[in-house]
C-alpha cells in the first residue's frame, strides 16, 4: 500500500496574555518577610509580580487570556475542537479549567482537558496539540498556561513566597499546510520529584515524607543544581537530533523560574542572553503561564517576527523538562 506523508500541520494563528492588576514589589515584601529588594533581585532577578485579587482564580487568568487573543486577533472561538489548560493551581480539579473555558466561550463542541506538569506544562500542552492536529483528528485547538500561585504560595516562607505570581497566556494552533513545530524534546527525572512539590491529599511521594496543606514547597539548592545541570544537556540533545545549532535560533525562552538560572544555561550552551526572552522581572515565576508571558511581552516591543525560530524550554515540578523548537508563523 502507497504511503502518503500527513498534509497537516500545526500553525499558530492567535495569541493572548493576561495578568491581573495589583502589583507585589520586593519593596512590598520588605514589609511581610526578613528580606529586602536587593537580596531578593540579586538571587532571582525579580522586582514584582501581579497577584490575583481575593476573588479571582485560574478560570479568571484563562478568560483574560483568551478575551485578549479575541481583540488582538479577531478570531472565531466557535468552531474550536479542543482545548488544553496547562496548569497546577485549578480552581476545582473537575471540572477543569479547560471545560470552564469551553463553558465561557460558548464554544459548542471540543473536548477539554487540564494538562499538569508543573513549569513545563505550556510547552508539554503544546506538544500534545501539535500530536493531535497532526493525527488529522483535530484541525483548531486553544492551548492556554494559566496559574494563580500566590493562593499557594506560603507567605511566611521568604525563601518561596519572594519567587511566586500570577497571570496566564493563550495561543491558538490550526492546521495548515506549513506548521510551526519543528522539533521536540521531553525529560522527566522523578525520582527527585519531592524537591518541589504542591500536596493535597499524600502524606508521602514515594515514601519521603511531604507536607499536605497545599502549599508550594521547594528545595531550591536542589532544584536549583538539576536545573543548570540537565536543560543544558537537554538543549544541545534536542538541537543535535534535529540537525540545529544555537545559531538557528533567534529567540530563547525559557521558564521564567530565576534569572540566575537562566543565566547559567546560556552560559553553558552559549546562547546570549541578548537572545533570551523572560518575564521574571515583571511577573516573578509563574510556573506554566511564564513562557507566554515572555512571548508577550516580546510582541508587545515588537523583538519577534514571522519566520523567527523560538526554542521554548520548561522545566520544573515533576521534576519535568519540556522543550520545542518553533517557527513563529504569526
Given at each position: 500500500m502507497?504511503?502518503?506523508?500527513?498534509q497537516?500541520?500545526?500553525?499558530?494563528t492567535?495569541?493572548?496574555?493576561?495578568?491581573?492588576?495589583?502589583i507585589?514589589?520586593?519593596?512590598?515584601?520588605?514589609q511581610?518577610?526578613?528580606t529586602?529588594?536587593?537580596?531578593?533581585?540579586q538571587?532571582?532577578?525579580?522586582?514584582?509580580?501581579?497577584?490575583?485579587?481575593?476573588?479571582?482564580?485560574?478560570?479568571?487568568?484563562?478568560?483574560?487570556?483568551?478575551?485578549?487573543?479575541?481583540?488582538?486577533?479577531?478570531?472565531v472561538?466557535e468552531?474550536?475542537?479542543?482545548?488544553?489548560?496547562?496548569?497546577?493551581?485549578?480552581?476545582?480539579?473537575?471540572?477543569?479549567?479547560?471545560?470552564?473555558?469551553?463553558?465561557?466561550?460558548?464554544?459548542?463542541?471540543?473536548?477539554?482537558?487540564?494538562?499538569?506538569?508543573?513549569?513545563?506544562?505550556?510547552?508539554?500542552?503544546?506538544?500534545?496539540?501539535?500530536?493531535?492536529?497532526?493525527?488529522?483528528?483535530?484541525r483548531?485547538?486553544?492551548?492556554?498556561?494559566?496559574?494563580?500561585?500566590?493562593?499557594?504560595?506560603?507567605?511566611?516562607?521568604?525563601?518561596?513566597?519572594?519567587?511566586f505570581?500570577?497571570?496566564?497566556?493563550?495561543?491558538?494552533?490550526?492546521?495548515?499546510?506549513?506548521?510551526?513545530?519543528?522539533?521536540?524534546y521531553n525529560?522527566?527525572?522523578?525520582?527527585?520529584?519531592h524537591?518541589?512539590?504542591?500536596?493535597?491529599?499524600?502524606?508521602?511521594?514515594?515514601?519521603?515524607?511531604?507536607?499536605?496543606?497545599?502549599?508550594?514547597?521547594?528545595?531550591?539548592?536542589?532544584?536549583?543544581?538539576w536545573?543548570v545541570?540537565?536543560v543544558p544537556?537537554?538543549?544541545?540533545?534536542?538541537?543535535?537530533?534535529?540537525?540545529?545549532?544555537?545559531?538557528?535560533?533567534?529567540w530563547?525562552?525559557p521558564?521564567?523560574?530565576?534569572?540566575?538560572i537562566?543565566?547559567?544555561?546560556?552560559?553553558?550552551?552559549?546562547?546570549?542572553?541578548?537572545q533570551?526572552?523572560?518575564?521574571?522581572?515583571?511577573?516573578?515565576?509563574?510556573?506554566?503561564?511564564?513562557?507566554?508571558?515572555?512571548i508577550?511581552?516580546?510582541?508587545?516591543e515588537?523583538?519577534?517576527?514571522t519566520?523567527?525560530?523560538?526554542?521554548?524550554?520548561?522545566?520544573?515540578?515533576?521534576?519535568?523538562?519540556?522543550?520545542l523548537?518553533?517557527?513563529?508563523?504569526?
Amino acid at each position: 500500500m502507497q504511503q502518503h506523508p500527513l498534509q497537516s500541520h500545526a500553525a499558530i494563528t492567535a495569541f493572548g496574555a493576561y495578568v491581573p492588576d495589583r502589583i507585589l514589589s520586593n519593596n512590598d515584601l520588605e514589609q511581610m518577610v526578613d528580606t529586602n529588594d536587593e537580596w531578593i533581585f540579586q538571587r532571582t532577578g525579580i522586582k514584582e509580580r501581579r497577584i490575583a485579587a481575593e476573588e479571582q482564580f485560574c478560570s479568571d487568568m484563562c478568560f483574560g487570556a483568551v478575551r485578549d487573543l479575541q481583540l488582538r486577533y479577531g478570531v472565531v472561538l466557535e468552531d474550536i475542537d479542543y482545548v488544553l489548560v496547562a496548569t497546577t493551581t485549578p480552581d476545582t480539579y473537575f471540572p477543569s479549567m479547560a471545560a470552564r473555558v469551553q463553558a465561557e466561550f460558548g464554544i459548542p463542541a471540543s473536548g477539554a482537558a487540564d494538562i499538569q506538569a508543573a513549569c513545563a506544562g505550556f510547552v508539554s500542552a503544546l506538544q500534545l496539540a501539535n500530536g493531535l492536529i497532526l493525527s488529522g483528528a483535530y484541525r483548531k485547538i486553544l492551548v492556554i498556561g494559566a496559574e494563580t500561585l500566590s493562593k499557594a504560595t506560603d507567605y511566611t516562607d521568604r525563601s518561596t513566597c519572594i519567587l511566586f505570581g500570577d497571570g496566564a497566556g493563550a495561543m491558538l494552533l490550526e492546521r495548515r499546510e506549513e506548521g510551526a513545530f519543528l522539533a521536540s524534546y521531553n525529560l522527566t527525572n522523578g525520582s527527585n520529584g519531592h524537591n518541589l512539590y504542591r500536596s493535597s491529599l499524600s502524606p508521602t511521594i514515594a515514601g519521603v515524607p511531604i507536607q499536605t496543606n497545599s502549599l508550594i514547597v521547594q528545595n531550591g539548592r536542589e532544584v536549583y543544581r538539576w536545573a543548570v545541570t540537565t536543560v543544558p544537556k537537554g538543549i544541545n540533545a534536542l538541537l543535535e537530533r534535529n540537525g540545529f545549532t544555537t545559531e538557528d535560533i533567534n529567540w530563547f525562552v525559557p521558564h521564567s523560574a530565576n534569572m540566575r538560572i537562566v543565566e547559567s544555561i546560556c552560559e553553558r550552551t552559549g546562547i546570549s542572553l541578548d537572545q533570551t526572552l523572560t518575564s521574571m522581572q515583571q511577573y516573578g515565576n509563574t510556573s506554566a503561564a511564564s513562557i507566554p508571558l515572555s512571548i508577550d511581552l516580546a510582541l508587545k516591543e515588537e523583538r519577534i517576527k514571522t519566520g523567527d525560530t523560538l526554542l521554548l524550554y520548561g522545566f520544573g515540578g515533576g521534576l519535568t523538562e519540556s522543550a520545542l523548537l518553533l517557527r513563529w508563523t504569526l
